[in-house]
């Protein structure tokens, strides 16, 4: 039994998810089901990121608190996720007191080893607030375009900006134009780091997508510089040293902590030693996250890592998805051009979000999401392949039968093929290659299909009846083999069919056998077809 650690990103407390955010984060459950039904001992965590300033300056906008907001999308996320069979072993947050502890915890080590130091800086500050500004609490005008832009980015044009370059800066607040003043902040030494990011880049090559790889020598070839630990914000986990009780710890570092925080807490409620789990040396870990979260689970991830305990596992596989763009644009919530999460399962069966996401998912380019596209790929697949495959065999079998499966001997090259399927499915879920996985399991299900037209058990009925039998039998076999098959994939879909056929409701990955004097209890359509949508 291996230990396995998965990671999906933690999305941000401040709008609704997408199908930008499910193209990134499906991969990890699909993952996380197969190595549990390998009977391996999986912790699969996530959580939602709470903190940082474009909470707290929407709260202030709205005359709401920072909590409010983030517990919002909070519970919203772990709705959507519920709703999508998402199987976390924890969903946590960044607000809880574990993670907070924790936190802290890992930064008085941190700072212990070395790799935290203080500095000061010029920053900028609003007179008539008395407070320091973040970037995104201060508004000016564009460089380059000369539109509105924050200290972050430009609104017009959509320029990455740093607070230095933006013209005629006021306090978002009240407009007052700011000044510079020196502010003591802590450092974390992430240019110590360079040399060993490296060679873990160049040690995780086939590991790691090749997304992660380039964007990650991107980086590298910049040269890694520190980056502040902390930040002037009044929400956020406050910081464990002396001297700033008017700063938080800046989100980047804190909510990547979470998937040691959250892992931990896992293992606690397991009565696992996470110290020895975390550096098991046969430990695997997966991260599945979108490719602008790149740097963080490549770099500053690895590196926090190492700053910690050199002994704990370092990232094994990077599942770094590309861009979702929607009906040939990239997608835009002020051109109102994305689809939320939300507005998807009310509008589809959260099997086939789940097979469309995983089956046509971003893993090495960008995709084009369109609604009717969905819409062929569900009838073309769920109901043309693998619906057909359970109906056409279990309506048969209830019409003549009244649901009797005969017993039969199963195919010896069916046999065989089940093995092979199982093996090359379950080598490529391994490998992060989630498309090509259930591509493979599908071709099984087509095989299936194949199988039934060439035995043409509509005749062997009548002209051969132990042969009908040992084809219906065969073709049993093949059902209860899709459903584990599939089952990391699509699992409602899955436990459908074993209740069709009576089977023990658990997912395993090998091949089983049916036993004998099997009863269909009902053939439902497991999916309805489709129509296309007026866009």
Known sequence: MKNILIGGA???ANNSLHVGHLAALLPGDAIARYYRQHGDNVIYVSGT??????????????????ESIATHYHNEFVKNFNELDFSYDLYTSTMTPYHEKHVQDYLKIIKDNGYIYEKDEMQDYCPNCQTFLSDREIIGTCPHCGGVAKGDQCDNCLTTLNADEVLDKRCSICSSPTIKKPNRHLYFALSKF????????????GQWRANATSETNKFLDMG????????QLSWGIPVPFDGYDDKKVYVWIEAVMGY?????????TRNIDFNEFIKDGNVISYYAHGKDNIPFHTVIFPALIMSIDKGYNLPDYIISCEYVNMNNEKMSKSKGNLISINELVSLFPKDSIRYYMLANGPETKDINFSLNDFIQVHNKFLVGVLGNFINRNLSYINKKFEGNIPNGTVDEKIKELTVD?????????EEGKLRAAIETAMSFVSAGNKYYDEQKPWIQVIENIEGFNNT??????????????????IPSTCTKIQEKLALKKEFVWHPIDIGKDI?????????????????
């Not at 474009?54 to 709260?59: D, F, K, N, S």
């Not at 360079?194 to 090559?205: F, G, S, V, W």
């Not at 890694?224 to 930040?231: E, G, M, N, P």
């Not at 269909?520 to 866009?535: G, K, Y």
């Open 10 to 12: 933690w999305p941000y």
């Open 49 to 66: 990121d709470s903190h940082g300033t474009p909470i707290t300056v929407r709260a202030k906008k709205e005359g709401v608190t920072p």
């Open 194 to 205: 360079q040399d060993k990011i490296k060679a873990l880049n160049e040690k995780r090559i």
């Open 224 to 231: 890694l510089i520190d980056r502040a630990v902390t930040r």
């Open 260 to 268: 040691l925080t959250a892992a931990q807490k896992v293992a606690e």
């Open 421 to 429: 399927t199982f093996e090359k499915v379950g080598k490529l879920i």
């Open 472 to 489: 219906t039998y065969t073709c049993v076999y093949m059902m209860a083999n899709i459903a584990n098959l599939l089952a990391p994939f």
């Open 519 to 535: 009863k269909v209890q009902n053939n439902d359509l497991l999916f309805e077809r489709l129509q296309p949508i007026n866009q």
